[in-house]
């Protein structure tokens, strides 16, 4: 894979800095990691990933391929943790089927051998642990980029809770930016001439640094992919949502409104409504620069058409063995 200048660069180089632009490593620098297969007859061994197709068509000159995941809720914490760690590993350890952490060795494994990248777009850790710190250590690597979600700013302890807004996040910038190579509040890569901007909107809402720093972005000139942890409201998804949430019933049998799209607005939508999303979002609408939002959060995998120039992607839970692959081309 060639990057679109042949520099060299080390890790500290790469990752310095908080929003400097900068490039994608190819999945040939992944960590290699044992990823379990099974046979399927005369086909061979394959991958248990349940991996969907897209192609984000923007004529670019050198196309290339990407492995998106989201939603691994690794769930882990070392024995001398604080005990409302350790018991909320266990608990959520089982609650996520137990096998988190296979499942991203399996994508990374199989990212190294057929994509060129891996963008991840948050809820990687279920909450902050010195062992799923270490964890993302470990799996992240030079080669992933993408978002965190809002289970990376969820302590666990009883103490703390579970809060939505900025000031709750206040204390997690330190422990994040140690632990990710990601700023991840806003953070910019570009691999061959495609513009990949990452920004935290953990409790559906952006902040005016963030409109202002994509903004700034956009003087580049260059097509924009959008990667975020809680989708954007498009009627459809929100609809598909509800349902796997088994908000409108396991079936829509006997609840004629649940068939119907949800209204942007709704409190039943993660998505605040406070003027700087809302505004950045009907800017976004019309901004043509933009080709494709990458999300995840729902756990399910799902795309819906955002803007004339843009489709969302959601992939669905990685703990689930699910990863969507999408062609650059
Ligand atoms: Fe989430």
Redesign the pocket.
Known sequence: MKMNKGTSFGRRDFFKGACLAGFMVATARLPAVAGGTFEVGKRGAHSRLATSYAIVDIGLETPFSVLHIS?THLADAYPDEHPDKVAAAAKRTNGFGGRQEEALAESLEWARHNVDYVIHT??LIDFQSRANLDLVRKYWGDAMFGSV???EFYSYLKTDGKGRGEEYKKKSWGLLKAAYPVNPRFASRIVNGVNFIAIDD?FGAVQPDQVEQFKAETKKGLPMVLCM??PFFTPHIALAAHKFWGRTGKKFAGRPDAARPLKEGSNLWYQRNDPTTSGFIAYLKEEKLLKAILS???HITMEERFSPTAVQYLVGGNFLFAARELLFV
Do not use: I, L, S
Request: glycine share 24%.
């Open positions: 939603d948050g809820d979600g809002n289970h953990v942890h809680v995840g959060h729902e």
